[in-house]
């Protein structure tokens, strides 16, 4: 296995860190500490306050940074009801944070599964609702189980982690700097910085390799896979087989191989369904043999925020950049799949697409750092 090294120069450059700054603030453009340490006066970026904060960032890196305590707080998940316990970097150590991806993007994706989504650039919701609708509809695909992690960032261990980041990475200064996210919160991983998405989906590579590739049988000298087609997207696994006996070896297998090498278990509500009898409900849609649809929490979310708007503009005549770029984001759910009804009647009456986008438009370019 092919193990990188010099990775440092590229972390603490000041390339990079204008980079991260960049990358950083594209969905904090109204933060108030974004305004206040870059801002502009006029709602955007100061180009010398950016030049300066790049230089700071090097300059703590090159002398020695270390995580400062992120700000812990509850937030309830509006889909789910759930309650997230989230802890949110300074904006400093959030940059510091980008930079550090930056820096070992590449040894962390080189040997990544191709279905491993979310979070990864180009392997979004879209890419994984094509993939399944492709699936959904082979002959191949018969039966199929969702299985998800028992508190999944919470439950990571830590040691492992850093141990896989040393079979990838020989420069000992990154991983110096790798170790300080790694243990920043003590056990598992912190909900809400950048870096967590990411080591989150390095910590199960080699349990993605072990579904697709360790896992079959053989019968007439014929290699048949346990599971013919497998998304992961971040903790949430879709299976889909042939045969209901060679998911539940599988599922079985697969129970074993995260507990005994990483620590983690499956939550005891998972169920081998159907594919002909039920819905796939994976990644916000739910997929049958001949469409997609919504699921259910979307489709009444972006229903109930389509009347918001549309009552939030007739008595105050504007848009907040919030809302707008909210509906936006669930439109863009409901172009995806079979819902033009519903567009039609509770969508197009209620918002103006272009009002929307001209909204989202006018405050991206008031950022515009050239």
Not at 166 to 182: A, P, Q, S, T
Request: charged fraction near 30%; proline fraction near 2%.
């Amino acid at each position: 296995m092919k193990r990188y090294k010099e990775l440092w120069q590229k972390f603490c450059s000041y390339d990079n860190a204008i980079l991260a700054i960049t990358n950083g603030v594209k969905y904090k453009k109204t933060n108030r500490s974004v305004v206040r340490r870059l801002g502009d006066g006029k709602g955007g970026l100061d180009p010398d306050k950016v030049h300066e904060m790049a230089n700071k960032l090097v300059k703590i890196i090159e002398e020695g940074w270390q995580p400062s305590p992120c700000r812990h707080i509850s937030r309830r998940c509006k889909s789910t009801g759930k309650v997230r316990e989230i802890d949110c970097p300074t904006l400093t150590d959030h940059f510091i944070h980008w930079m550090l991806i930056l820096a070992i993007k590449e040894p962390m994706t080189r040997g990544m599964y191709k279905y491993s989504c979310g979070s990864i650039p180009n392997r979004g919701i879209n890419f994984a609702k094509k993939s399944v609708e492709r699936w959904v509809r082979s002959t191949k695909s018969k039966w199929f189980v969702k299985l998800d992690i028992v508190k999944f960032y919470p439950s990571i261990n830590n040691d492992i982690l850093s141990s896989l980041f040393r079979r990838v990475i020989k420069d000992e200064r990154m991983l110096n700097e790798i170790d300080k996210v790694v243990y920043m919160i003590g056990d598992g991983l912190a909900i809400g910085t950048y870096t967590s998405q990411w080591f989150a989906n390095f910590y199960l590579q080699s349990l993605d390799h072990f579904i697709k590739q360790e896992l079959y049988k053989t019968r007439r000298d014929k290699r048949l896979n346990y599971v013919n087609y497998y998304l992961r997207y971040m903790d949430d696994m879709l299976l889909i087989g042939t045969s209901k006996r060679d998911l539940q070896k599988a599922i079985k297998a697969i129970s074993a191989k995260l507990k005994e090498n990483f620590g983690l278990e499956i939550k005891i509500s998972w169920e081998i369904k159907d594919i002909d009898k039920y819905s796939i409900d994976i990644i916000g849609y739910r997929f049958y043999r001949t469409h997609t649809i919504l699921r259910k929490r979307i489709f009444l979310r972006t229903k109930r925020l389509a009347k918001k708007i549309h009552k939030i503009k007739k008595n105050r005549g504007v848009i907040n950049l919030h809302n707008a770029q909210a509906m936006m984001s669930l439109i863009g759910w409901a172009s995806h799949c079979n819902n033009k009804k519903f567009y039609n009647k509770y969508i197009k009456p209620n918002v103006n697409l272009n009002e929307l986008k001209g909204v989202i438009s006018y405050e991206s370019k008031k950022y515009n750092t050239s």
